[in-house]
């Protein structure tokens, strides 16, 4: 079935409008339309691996029991991923087209199922943040960098993470003038059709063409990057590049300016997978332990300073900073 965007049940013709517009002017890469192409692609095997994902990170076999905001959730893939392994679930996303594939993901996988809510919202609303209430877990993966106010809408994800709850998040790594180059790539892409067909004339042929090679190189079957991406991600490798190219706005930041971020506000790190030293998401899980944030959090940083010695850049400075003399050691 399409997925059909305008007026859908679950979106605010306000929100419609919003992103309609910023979309028209440039300033924002309509995801939903990328989405629209993948959800159809959605399988059992997609499922499923979304389920060990999420398991894996989480360090639960189940989520029976509680409560799962998944805080953009494209095609709604791991908000069924969360439903199927015993959540209560409610998604979001600020674009309506995400919305309606999210919609379309339940109608075929989950129908009428009472425990799965969808809706349109915007993570900077910091008064509809706060009136969804609290929960188990909150999971917003490559989503809070997209939204042209990235600390904010980090801020605002803390907002529904209950006390003993998971805070599920990944942030682009920051690689300095490497970042700040692709932001203006995905701005070109973002320009109109012209800077889309100049953006994808050179950069997908080059992007295959550099992965063949290193490939050969490394003696690895060609082919079996493409079979087998899904199992990374859940979306297709040619999706997933017009996502990357497309994907604007555009902010990164370093590890250890997530962690000093959140650590600050109450949450300790219970996981943290990195990139690699390559422009991909770092993805953390924090749990969200206020009285013992400050302790917890100069203990990380002395581990996180053993691997890195990059100054933190980009994360906003407050008057509540984990605490890190006295405690950098034990």
């Given amino acids: 079935m399409p997925v059909e965007s305008s007026g859908g049940a679950g979106t605010s013709p306000e929100l419609r409008e919003a992103h ?6 440039g300033e924002r890469f309509a995801f939903g339309h990328n989405w629209a192409k993948y959800v159809r692609l959605i399988d059992a095997e997609r499922i499923a ?7 894996q990170m989480l360090g639960a076999p189940s989520l029976a029991g509680l409560r799962f905001l998944d805080i953009g959730c494209g095609s709604g893939l791991f908000s069924l991923a969360a439903r199927r392994l015993g959540a209560q679930v409610h998604s979001l996303d600020y674009d309506p087209t995400s919305v309606a594939c999210a919609q379309e993901l339940k109608r075929r996988f989950a129908p009428g199922d009472a425990a799965w809510t969808i809706e349109q919202g915007s993570v900077l609303d910091r008064a509809y943040v706060e009136s969804l209430g609290r929960f188990d877990v909150v999971y917003s993966w490559g989503v809070l ?4 106010e990235m600390w904010q809408a980090c801020e605002n994800a803390t907002i529904p993470v209950a006390p003993g709850g998971q805070l599920f998040v990944s942030i682009y790594n920051d690689q300095g003038a490497w970042s700040e180059r692709w932001k203006k790539i995905k701005r070109v892409y973002c320009s109109g059709p012209v800077g889309r067909a100049a953006v994808c004339a050179v950069f997908v042929p080059a992007t295959v063409v550099r992965n063949f090679a290193a490939d ?8 079996k990057r493409y079979v087998e991406y899904k199992r990374s991600r859940g979306m297709s490798l040619f999706r997933d ?9 555009f902010e990164v930041a370093k590890p250890e300016a997530v962690f000093e971020f959140f650590t600050a506000r109450g949450f300790r790190m ?18 969200y332990l ?6 917890e959090g100069a203990r990380h940083r002395a581990a996180l300073e053993g691997w890195t010695r990059a100054p933190a850049r980009g994360a906003p400075r407050t008057g509540a900073r984990a605490t890190t003399t006295n405690h950098a050691t034990g």
């Fill in 270 to 287: 219970r996981k943290l997978k990195t990139a690699g030293g390559s422009v991909g998401c770092n993805e953390f899980v924090f749990e």
């Fill in 290 to 295: 206020p009285s013992e944030a400050a302790t």
């Fill in 241 to 249: 590049m017009i996502d990357w190219l497309g994907g604007y706005p």
């Fill in 145 to 148: 960098h997209h939204t042209g």
């Fill in 49 to 55: 691996e979304a389920e060990r994902s999420l398991t």
């Fill in 20 to 25: 309609a517009e910023e979309v028209a002017r």
């Fill in 216 to 223: 050969i190189v490394w003696r690895r079957n060609p082919l």
